[in-house]
């Protein structure tokens, strides 16, 4: 009808290569953006974070401006377990296998990992929040102990209360299963779950937050001391992980977006009924 070729006519609804090129380094600058605040993000969680930013591009075109930009996630090193769970405490069943928690404070997963500086090491003690995988709780110390365990359970109370049922997991750490720690579970009424014998999957949530600061914060930074260690853990995990940090079990939402959509206030009948009648 228009009496031009057809490749003519395809080739003249093409974009110029200009507009193409101003789009790519538009997106390519968001994406350094992204990679320089969360530089263990790959291509997905890149992609979805661009999505949130308001551009349309799907996965492949964000893992080709990255290969071309070498914007590659950092090298991961090996996790080492640090519990020891040779002790002649009382060792408790597992309480949560299958269990998938529908609320905030009804299951809450600890560990504790260890943090190399240049002239010693130290500890880093955790609590989450199974449901929204909020780390409520944590302490670093120079002394893997009781101590340590407990200043993390203590945050965590602090900050959250105890609910009716609620349920603390861990692994068989004598950190864990010494008569301190134990007897404050007791004396806020949580039930208390452990792994089972040679079973690493049974706490595998808090394994992997532990294997995420290591890869994200810790393995791509020099600490200078214990202070400087303190600063930049306490930023990644208040600021990054649980507000900043898109995670694909949670659908690429943050721990804290998850637990505002839960306490969200679901709308009443009334409001229903009148929303229904302005209609």
Request: one cysteine or more; glycine letters at 4%.
């Amino acid at each position: 009808m228009a009496g031009v070729p057809r490749s003519s006519y395809y080739r003249a609804a093409k974009p110029p290569l200009r507009a193409t090129a101003d789009r790519d380094e538009s997106v390519t600058f968001e994406i350094r953006s992204i990679c320089e605040e969360m530089p263990r993000y790959g291509c997905p969680r890149v992609t979805k974070e661009l999505h949130r930013r308001g551009y349309l591009v799907n996965h492949k075109r964000v893992f080709r401006i990255m290969r071309k930009e070498k914007l590659h996630c950092r090298r991961k090193k090996r996790f080492v377990r640090t519990t020891d769970s040779n002790h002649s405490f009382r060792v408790y069943p597992n309480l949560v296998k299958g269990l998938i928690p529908k609320r905030p404070n009804q299951l809450w997963r600890s560990d504790i990992t260890y943090i190399r500086l240049a002239t010693e090491f130290v500890y880093l003690a955790i609590i989450l929040d199974a449901f929204s995988r909020r780390v409520i709780g944590w302490a670093l110390s120079r002394h893997i102990d009781a101590a340590l365990s407990v200043a993390a359970l203590t945050m965590a109370i602090e900050r959250r209360g105890v609910e009716p049922g609620l349920v603390h997991h861990s692994d068989r750490g004598v950190q864990y299963a010494c008569d301190e720690y134990v007897q404050m579970l007791r004396d806020h009424n949580i039930e208390i779950s452990m792994s089972r014998k040679g079973n690493p999957y049974d706490n595998a949530m808090a394994e992997s937050f532990m294997k995420t600061i290591k890869t994200e914060e810790v393995y791509i930074n020099e600490y200078r001391d214990f202070n400087d260690a303190y600063s930049n853990i306490e930023q990644f995990i208040e600021i990054v992980y649980n507000k900043k940090r898109l995670h694909s079990s949670l659908g690429y939402c943050t721990p804290e977006e998850i637990e505002a959509k839960y306490h969200k206030p679901k709308p009443t009948l009334a409001t229903q009924e009148s929303v229904s009648a302005m209609g």
